[in-house]
């Protein structure tokens, strides 16, 4: 039931995705296999999880409804979400009951009583982008709860317009990677570079980078310190020295980085005077006046297990050299997320180097592909949401406090609003039972509203967690251009084979249900999906010509199927211009300059985010453990999206024994009594999970790591899969972000001893 009435076209078909573009080989109306694409000289084996699974029996092929919601209606048996068995339905039974529940809950509630932040990253591709079908869908029938920022980094996402104007701005204008071989002697990454996550790019990947960026800087000379407890953040051919720092304590160290460069008189005191505006507040903070602690090194060392000489030894050469300070997003994902991107952009304005070539500051290189892939940036038509008239929100990460508490207060950048009561939730494109912390106790919350509907492909732990399931199609199975800002390629989505089973577009899926509530015509604005995809190429061809870019006509992207855009003319320079000339081109914040000290962040009043830059002790972390505990990084994996084809051939090729691996020192496995490829428990008071253990000298002791994405498999709060987020706190950042924090997390580690046993 392709609704395309474009012919294939006369060429080898084409995929592509965030993790990168594919040659799609069919055969009989099956996909056989994937070819990477000829212009990625470092292609990612991701895409090719797909395949196997694809038309397996963990793919949705019909509407599906929950048996004690289907014959009790909404509201039934939450309690048995996840366990519940299924009922196939038609779609127009399916349509009927949601387009049924919406105008009820409407009705008796408010539209409010929706919550369809749907978080998460679905598929690439301009048009069947499946938060913007569902979101324009609700605006055409009065809006819904919204959740704003992101889990990749929702405290710099607050945080940092107060101090730098933008976050996104300046993450858009990464400083480029062929600057730092010709102009960078000193590299610190903080949380490393991890070219595992530069696998990655929001929205298609045309040919990746990270890897020849990072090469380039080490054949040039460029000398990297990689400031992390795992060694394996930073590839072993640059030679990095090793900085195994106690997770979580970033700060502390930055402090001490600062404190001596104050102390020994190497900061640039022309361009503090010059660019930023509160500097003596945090060098006061720094001398200890207020609270009597020189944040020294000696200090720092005893929070960060980092040799004071160490500290002071790196601080000096970073004071005699041309340094970028990179940090990784994951540092943002802890308790207090705040304070590591504001202390690393006073570091920064401490040395005087930013908005020079190759030196300054960074947000997180190879966090994706697209960090310091210099590009132009093309604002590529995307579908219009149309407007929500429900101004309720909610901070991304707040959603189980949102169900578990309607009508209570929550702070957020400076203004307390109100949880509202939710009876549907709606997800389409994100899976909560991957991405969210504490999943037990979401589970629980998840009990409570009314109805919950999600549009899913495969049968992972949101389906499963639904009331009303409504297959959707792979891009494999529709036609798109993947298109972004992030990426000098477009390329022509080409649908390969039918949809599977009874699948359906996203689009499609809403158009159904508009229909059913009399708003089709608004949702649709009377184009087929073929005359969006005109329209959106027409559109953006009309947003590079004016940026003097000339791009094929719709005919000629669908015949050669990929066109890549030509290479700026100079590289990419973060702040470049605001360094230039301060008064012409300054910040969007109250003073135009770098806000050391925020008087807006300070008016506040919050304890847990004052007004510069604070060390605090994290909730949860090495410091304030019991000797049994380890710190868990759960950092992103390796051979897949998330959560996103974990089921596949590629995810399943790196788990052997089945469940997720778990990164440990051997010292600490000697202690425990465990060895190599043992199958173990982690537990902590908020649940368990089994893990196979791999052994290591890579990881700092006392730490562990184990990559999320493993689909959440409860048997009571024990998750017999390896999903790390049954173990992690579900608390915000401070009052002023109230971001996610996975990486603040102690757990124990024991011999499995069965599901029963914990
Ligand atoms: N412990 C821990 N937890 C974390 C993190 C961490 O570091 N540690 N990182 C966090 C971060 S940074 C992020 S961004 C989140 C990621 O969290 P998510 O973005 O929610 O994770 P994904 O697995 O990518 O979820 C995308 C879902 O969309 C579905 N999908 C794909 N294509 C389509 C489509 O066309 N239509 C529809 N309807 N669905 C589709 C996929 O099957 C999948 O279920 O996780 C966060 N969670
Ligand atoms: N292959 C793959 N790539 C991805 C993703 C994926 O799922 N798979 N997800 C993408 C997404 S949505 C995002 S947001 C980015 C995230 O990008 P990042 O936030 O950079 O990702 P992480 O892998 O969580 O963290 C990077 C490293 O930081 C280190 N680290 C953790 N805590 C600390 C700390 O307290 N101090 C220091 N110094 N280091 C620490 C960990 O060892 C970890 O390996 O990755 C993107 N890239
Ligand atoms: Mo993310």
Redesign the pocket.
């Known amino acids: 039931m392709s609704m395309s009435n474009i012919p294939a076209p006369d060429r080898e078909l084409l995929t592509s995705n965030h993790w990168g573009t594919y040659r799609v080989h069919v055969k009989d109306g099956h996909v056989t296999h994937l070819e990477d694409f000829e212009e990625d000289k470092d292609p990612s084996p ?1 895409g090719h999880g797909i395949v196997d699974v694809l038309e397996d029996e963990t793919r949705i092929k019909a509407p599906m409804v929950r048996k004690s919601w289907l014959e009790g209606g909404p509201g039934a048996r939450g309690d048995l979400r996840g366990d519940d068995p299924f009922v196939e339905v038609t779609w127009e039974e399916a349509n009927a009951l949601v387009a049924e529940e919406l105008n009820r809950v409407i009705q008796a509630h408010g539209n409010n009583a929706i919550y369809a932040g749907s978080y998460g ?1 679905a598929s690439a591709g301009r048009f069947h982008h499946a938060q913007s079908q569902l979101k324009r869908f609700l605006n055409c029938i009065g809006g819904y709860t919204s959740s704003k920022n992101t889990y ?2 929702a405290a710099a996402e607050v945080v940092v317009p107060h101090i730098l104007g933008t976050f996104r701005g300046h993450l858009d204008t990464t400083t480029s990677w062929e600057t730092i071989a010709t102009d960078c002697e000193l590299f610190v990454a ?3 570079v ?1 070219l ?2 530069g ?2 790019s929001q929205g298609g990947t045309g040919a990746h980078v990270q890897k020849a960026g990072l090469f380039a800087a080490h054949d040039a000379g460029v000398k990297f310190v990689n ?4 060694r394996a ?1 930073i590839d072993d051919k640059v030679n990095a020295d090793w900085m195994a ?1 106690r ?2 304590t ?1 700060v502390a160290l930055i402090l001490a980085l600062c404190q001596t460069l104050l102390s020994e008189e190497l900061h640039d005191a022309d361009f503090l005077n010059r660019y930023t505006h509160g500097f003596e507040t945090f060098a006061a903070y720094l001398e200890g006046t207020a609270d009597g602690i020189v944040k020294s090194p000696d200090w720092a060392s005893k929070i960060c297990d980092v040799p004071a000489d160490a500290i002071r030894a790196l601080a000096l050469e970073m004071g005699a050299s041309r340094t970028m300070i990179s940090v ?4 943002t ?2 308790d207090h997320g705040e304070q590591p991107f504001w202390a690393a952009i006073a570091l920064a304005s401490m040395l005087g180097q930013i908005g020079l070539l190759g030196t300054g500051l960074a947000f ?1 290189y190879s ?2 592909n697209n960090t310091g892939l210099n590009r132009h940036q093309i604002d590529w038509a995307s579908v219009p949401q149309g407007e929500n008239p429900v101004k309720d929100f909610i901070p991304v990460a707040r959603v189980t406090d949102l169900l578990e508490n309607p009508g209570g207060a929550f702070d957020y950048d400076g203004t307390q609003y109100t949880y509202p009561d939710i009876k549907i939730i709606w997800w389409a494109g994100g899976n909560p039972f991957h991405h969210h912390q504490d999943l037990n106790r979401m589970r629980k919350a998840w009990a409570k509203p009314d109805t919950i509907i999600a549009n899913e492909w495969c049968w992972n732990a949101l389906a499963r967690h639904a009331d009303i399931v409504l297959p959707c199609t792979t891009p494999l199975e529709r036609r798109d251009i993947a298109m972004s800002p992030k990426d000098p390629y477009v390329i022509a989505m080409d649908p390969a084979i039918a949809p599977v089973g009874q699948a359906r577009d996203d689009h499609e899926i809403f158009r159904g249900i508009a229909s059913m509530m009399g708003v089709d015509d608004a949702f649709t604005d009377g184009r087929t999906p073929d005359d969006w995809l005109r329209w959106l190429w027409s559109t953006s061809r009309q947003r590079a010509a004016s940026e003097q870019i000339a791009l094929p006509d719709w005919e000629t992207l669908q015949r050669d199927g990929w066109v890549r855009l030509p290479d700026p003319d100079a590289p990419t320079i973060m702040l470049q211009a605001f360094r230039d000339d301060p008064q012409a081109n300054p910040l969007e914040t109250p003073s135009g300059k770098i806000e050391i000290f925020s008087d807006t962040i300070a008016s506040f009043g919050y304890e847990d985010c004052p007004g510069h830059p604070t060390w605090f002790e994290p909730v949860e972390w090495l410091g304030g453990a019991q000797p049994s505990q380890l710190h868990l ?1 759960s ?4 051979n ?3 959560s996103q084809m974990d089921h596949g051939s590629v995810s399943r090729a790196d788990r052997p024994k089945g469940v997720e691996r778990l990164l440990m020192n051997p010292e600490d496995a000697q202690e425990r009594d465990l060895v190599e490829g043992q199958i173990v428990c982690l537990k902590n008071a908020r649940g368990a999970c089994v893990a196979e253990l791999r052994l290591s000298e890579n990881i700092r002791r006392g730490v562990i ?1 184990m990559a999320t ?1 493993a689909w959440y498999k409860p048997a009571g709060t024990r998750c017999e899969n390896g999903n790390p987020n049954v173990l992690t706190l579900d608390k915000g950042t401070s009052k002023l972000a109230q971001g996610p924090i996975a ?1 603040s997390c102690l757990v124990e580690v024991v011999a499995d001893r069965g599901p029963l046993s914990t």
């Open positions: 991701i990253w990749s980094f903080f949380g490393g991890p595992k996550n696998q990655i400031i992390s407890p795992l953040d720092i997770p979580g970033d990784a997003w994951a540092l994902r802890q997180g966090a994706m990084i950092n992103q994996p390796k897949k999206l998330h790591q994405g990486h």
